[in-house]
């Protein structure tokens, strides 16, 4: 197993400026996890997040969290796998890898992630939508919601949904395309008066480069058969439930490609792109 550089933020009282960092491997963060992490991780509205954006947007692709570590640290979230294969769809601990067919596979605890964001989901708001809408009124009903914009929302939505458009991308080889370029192959899907679930985060302008400013959204269908990246929707009678995320505890590797990718770079219109 690889080793990671942990770093708890505390997002909420301090923005990004007072981070705690631990060079730790294995079985040193095990036998930290009850006494250091656990004061973190016994507060549910907790943010767990693996690398960054913005190496992926710079190709880091090599999975280096096992699924079955990413449970331990959250039941609903999204992400992707090693080598970029397919979308990844966290809900109600199971974890879902939608591949470039379209079908949604249950992921096996072994396989390994890039990037990812997951947390323990508990609804702090519900807001119900009776009319139809698309992506850009469903944003601005749901952000009137939002107590501040300084803070994480995790969101689930569940309903029935008129249109969705989602994609996947494919496995990629050495050496590995960057992101805008991985995603020139990915697969579009598109459904019909489909029920499911949309899954994921709006996050604070602030993380620009750390994960994605805004709404960043998978959808998994009722029976767990397809989903994908969400590109747009349209929804009617559907429920969404908002959780309240004030902390956000990330896990930057400290071997292979990210130890010398060029971080600095402003990349702000690429990851525009890719999320299109």
Not at 132 to 145: D, L, P, R, S
């Amino acid at each position: 197993m690889k080793k990671y550089l942990y770093a708890i933020k505390l997002v909420l009282l301090v923005i990004l400026a007072s981070t705690v960092a631990f060079a730790i491997g294995p079985n040193e963060y095990s036998a930290i996890s009850a006494e250091t992490e656990g004061k973190y991780l016994e507060d549910q509205d907790v943010l767990f997040q693996v690398s960054t954006i913005d190496a992926l947007l710079l190709s880091v692709y090599d999975g280096v969290l096992p699924v079955g570590e990413l449970k331990d640290h959250g039941d609903m979230g999204i992400g992707t796998f090693d080598r970029l294969e397919g979308e990844m769809v966290m809900i109600d601990g199971e974890c879902y890898q939608v591949r470039v067919d379209g079908r949604a596979y249950l992921v096996e605890d072994n396989v390994t992630t890039p990037f990812a964001t997951v947390t323990f989901f508990e609804a702090d708001e519900i807001v119900p939508i009776d009319e139809a809408v698309n992506y850009t009124q469903f944003g601005e009903i749901i952000e009137k919601h939002f107590p501040s914009e300084n803070i994480f929302y995790a969101i689930k939505i569940n309903g029935t949904f008129p249109y969705m458009k989602t994609r996947s991308v494919p496995a990629q080889e050495k050496p590995y395309p960057k992101l805008i370029d991985a995603v020139q192959n990915q697969t579009v899907f598109e459904f019909y008066n489909v029920s499911g679930d949309v899954v994921g985060f709006w996050s604070p302008e602030f993380v620009d480069g750390i994960n994605v400013p805004g709404y960043h959204l998978h959808f998994i269908s009722d029976d767990r058969t397809t989903g994908g990246h969400i590109l747009n929707f349209e929804a009617e009678s559907v429920k969404i439930e908002l959780d309240l995320t004030s902390n956000i505890f990330m896990a930057l590797p400290t071997e292979g490609d990210f130890y010398s990718v060029d971080l600095t770079q402003d990349l702000q219109s690429e990851l525009e792109t890719v999320e299109k």
